[in-house]
């Protein structure tokens, strides 16, 4: 069972770039792994998914090294409503689970 | 296209009462899937349907129940419910299964039990 652990909270000002890093130590090799976003008292929404080196689209960058033991996500430029929860997931490709961690609260300040 | 649609919104039940919750998932999706989410516990899979069966489930007891209909709407049940049960309950949905493509959650059903 590949469990995630990212910092609990990160801090950051208007404007600039935000990295959040997660560890999967246990990952496996048909493992995806996965960024959600979510704001108080709705559901979770995608924002990045990726397998292995590097995958960009409109909103983040995911950062996968070559050991897959970790991934970084990076948002560009946070805005005041960039202000979440931040979760990384490894999804378990055998057994079709999305296994939640603690998730990282990003707080963005003017 | 119409987003995941989770009902009711708001929901207080009384200990040992039982509730249903319904999803029902954006068109076309096949893989429903349910979490609960706790401020103690984080956000929890429950289970996850694909074409009317479950192909998973979670590490909660038999109380907590689902079924997927032949529309693809999903609802899950809970039994005897206790205070513990009291959380934010999501669906999603995805074409063929959550892990390796996009899931869409809905907005939740907030439990509280008294």
């Known amino acids: 069972l590949a469990k995630t652990t990212q910092p609990i909270s990160m801090d950051s000002y208007e404007g600039q770039e935000v990295n959040i890093t997660c560890s999967h130590n246990n990952i496996a090799t048909n493992d995806y792994i996965t960024w959600y976003q979510q704001f108080p008292s709705q559901g979770p929404r995608f924002i990045i998914q990726?397998?292995?080196t590097k995958v960009t689209n409109e909103v983040a960058s995911l950062f996968i090294p070559a050991d897959r033991k970790s991934s970084t996500l990076s948002l560009p430029r946070v805005s005041l409503s960039d202000t979440a929860v931040y979760y990384c997931l490894v999804g378990e490709w055998d057994t079709d689970k999305l296994i939640f961690g603690t998730g990282t609260r990003l707080q963005v300040f003017p | 296209k119409a987003g995941v649609t989770q009902t009711p919104r708001y929901l207080i039940k009384t200990r040992g009462q039982q509730v249903t919750l319904s999803c029902s998932p954006i068109?076309?999706?096949?893989?429903v899937s349910w979490y609960q989410q706790t401020p103690g516990q984080g956000l929890q899979f429950l289970f996850e349907?694909?074409?009317?069966?479950?192909?998973n489930k979670g590490n909660f007891p038999g109380r907590f129940s689902g079924r997927q209909f032949s529309n693809s709407r999903s609802e899950m049940n809970v039994s005897t419910l206790e205070l513990g049960d009291s959380a934010l309950y999501l669906c999603a949905s995805s074409l063929t299964g959550p892990v390796n493509t996009e899931a869409f959650f809905g907005q939740g059903t907030r439990l509280t039990v008294v």
């Open positions: 068109s076309g999706h096949r893989s």
């Open positions: 990726g397998y292995k």
């Open positions: 349907y694909f074409s009317e069966t479950q192909r």
